[in-house]
C-alpha cells in the first residue's frame, strides 16, 4: 500500500491495486466519526455497444446498466438495505452516462458495512421472475420522468445537441427497451463491466486504512474472479454541429423551464488536460452567467428568472456539454439576452477582474467541498475514472491564466454548436 501526501491540503491518500485488478482507495480524515464509501463500476448507460475480448460487437437495450444497478439490491437473503440498517448504515447506488455507483454511510460498524458492500456488488442474483417484476418497478419510474419538467428539458437539450452518441438516450432507457432486457443479457453485461479491474473502491472519513485495507485485501482474496476482460467500447460518429437549434415539450406545468446548451468538441481528453479544461471552462460560465454575473441579477430583478437558474459543465472522454437556465418567465427573452451576452463576452473577453472572482469562488467551494464527505467520494470516484486527480484542482485552479479564459470562451460558445430545450405549458 502505498501512501500518496497532499501537503497544500493537509490530507493524505492511502492506494493499493490487489491481485484481481482493484483500484482501493482510502482517505482517513481524523476527528470525523462518519465514513462514506463508494464501489463504482466504469460502467454506464452510452456503454450500451461493445466488444469482449476482440469479439463480435454486442449491442444492448437502453438502459440496461441502471436496470442492472437496480436488481443489484436483490439477495438470496433478501433486501441488502435491511442489512446496512441493521449495522446502522444508510446505502444507495446510482447509474450516469459512464458510471455506476454503490455506496453507504455510517457512523458505525464500518468493516461490516464494507463487506456488505463488498459482498452484494459481487454476488449477482437475477432469476426470470425477479427480471419480470423489476421491469414493471422501472417503468412506472420512466413514465413518472415523462412528465417531469428539469428531466424533459435536460433530455430534450441533450437529443438537439447530439446527433447520434448514446448520451442523447435517457439513462434509464425506454418501456419499449427495458422489456427487451433478460437474465442472460444482465449476466453477460454484469461479467463484462462488473470485473474488479473495472471498478475501485473509495472510502473517506474517520478510518483506519491499514486495517481496512487488510479487510478488503482478505475479502477479495476469498473470491475466484476470471482474467480481467477486454473491453472495446463502440461509438457512433459524430459530427460537431448540434443536431437541432430548438428542442420543444408540452407539459402541464405553470411555468415554462428553458435551458440553452453548447456542444463541446474538444473530447478525447483525460488526467490534466480534461481537469483543466472542466475547470476553465467552469470558470467562463460562472463569469457569464453565475450569481455575482451582472445578466443573472437583470434577468432575476425582471423577473425572467428564478433562483433555480444554474449552469453546468460535463465533460467526459466521448461527450461534453455546457447548460444555463431553468424557470423561466418569458423564455424568448431569456433566450435572446443569454444569447447577445454570450456573442458579446465571444468578442469584448471577459474581463479580467470578473475572470479572478470566479477563480476565488471556485477555490472557495472546492476547499468547502473537501469537508463533505460525499462530494469528496462522488467526485473523486468521476475524475478516477477519467484518469484525473480530484485533489490536483486547487494547482490547476491556480494556474489558469485569464488568456486561457477568453481563448475558451471563444471556443466553446459556437453559434452553430448551440441548442435551446424548451417546456412549455399545454395550453
Not at 476469498?222 to 448540434?242: C, H, N, Y
Not at 447548460?323 to 423561466?328: A, E
Request: proline share 5%; aromatic share 12%; with cysteine.
Amino acid at each position: 500500500m502505498r501512501e500518496i501526501p497532499y501537503e497544500q491540503l493537509g490530507l493524505t491518500l492511502y492506494h493499493e491495486q490487489l491481485a484481481n485488478g482493484l483500484q482501493v482507495y482510502l482517505l482517513p480524515r481524523p476527528g470525523y466519526r462518519q465514513v462514506y464509501a463508494t464501489f463504482t463500476a466504469h460502467y454506464g448507460s452510452v456503454d450500451s455497444a461493445f466488444a469482449r475480448d476482440g469479439g463480435p460487437v454486442r449491442t444492448v437495450p437502453d438502459g440496461i446498466a441502471h436496470f442492472l444497478e437496480h436488481k443489484m439490491f436483490e439477495s438470496p437473503a433478501g433486501d441488502v438495505f435491511n442489512q446496512f440498517a441493521a449495522h446502522g448504515a444508510s446505502a444507495n447506488a446510482f447509474t450516469s452516462f459512464d458510471q455506476t455507483t454503490y455506496l453507504f454511510s455510517c457512523t458505525e460498524d464500518v468493516a461490516e458495512n464494507i463487506r456488505i458492500l463488498l459482498d452484494f456488488v459481487q454476488e449477482p442474483y437475477f432469476t426470470d421472475e425477479n427480471v419480470e417484476k423489476e421491469k414493471g418497478i422501472i417503468a412506472q419510474e420512466i413514465r413518472m420522468y415523462e412528465d417531469h419538467p428539469e428531466a424533459r428539458s435536460f433530455y430534450g437539450l441533450l437529443k438537439a445537441l447530439y446527433h447520434a452518441h448514446p448520451v442523447r438516450t435517457e439513462i434509464a432507457g425506454t418501456v419499449e427497451s427495458i422489456g427487451q432486457i433478460t437474465k442472460d443479457l444482465l449476466y453477460e453485461c454484469y461479467s463484462t463491466f462488473y470485473h474488479p479491474s473495472n471498478m475501485v473502491f473509495f472510502a473517506v472519513g474517520g478510518l483506519d486504512p491499514h486495517a481496512l485495507m487488510d479487510l478488503i485485501r482478505d475479502n477479495q482474496a476469498k473470491k475466484s474472479f476470471g482474467p480481467p476482460p477486454r473491453i472495446t467500447r463502440v461509438l457512433p460518429d459524430e459530427p460537431a454541429d448540434a443536431a437541432a437549434a430548438r428542442q420543444e415539450t408540452r407539459l402541464a406545468v405553470s411555468q415554462p423551464r428553458c435551458l440553452i446548451g453548447w456542444k463541446e468538441v474538444r473530447v478525447g481528453l483525460a488526467g490534466l488536460d480534461l481537469l483543466r479544461q472542466e475547470l476553465l471552462t467552469g470558470m467562463v460560465l460562472d463569469a457569464l452567467f453565475g450569481r455575482s454575473a451582472d445578466l443573472y441579477h437583470e434577468l432575476l430583478d425582471e423577473g425572467v428568472i428564478d433562483p433555480s437558474f444554474t449552469w453546468e459543465y460535463e465533460l467526459a472522454p466521448s461527450y461534453g456539454y455546457s447548460l444555463v437556465g431553468g424557470n423561466v418567465s418569458r423564455p424568448e427573452a431569456f433566450i435572446a439576452r443569454a444569447t447577445a451576452a454570450v456573442a458579446r463576452a465571444r468578442q469584448e473577453g471577459i474581463p479580467k477582474d470578473v475572470f479572478e472572482r470566479s477563480r476565488r469562488k471556485h477555490i472557495g467551494r472546492f476547499l468547502s467541498g473537501l469537508d463533505a464527505l460525499g462530494y469528496v467520494a462522488r467526485h473523486f470516484t468521476a475524475y478516477h475514472l477519467r484518469q484525473a486527480d480530484l485533489f490536483a484542482t486547487l494547482d490547476v485552479l491556480l494556474s489558469l491564466r485569464w488568456e486561457d479564459a477568453n481563448e475558451r470562451l471563444r471556443e466553446h460558445f459556437a453559434e452553430e454548436r448551440q441548442a435551446v430545450s424548451l417546456v412549455l405549458p399545454r395550453d
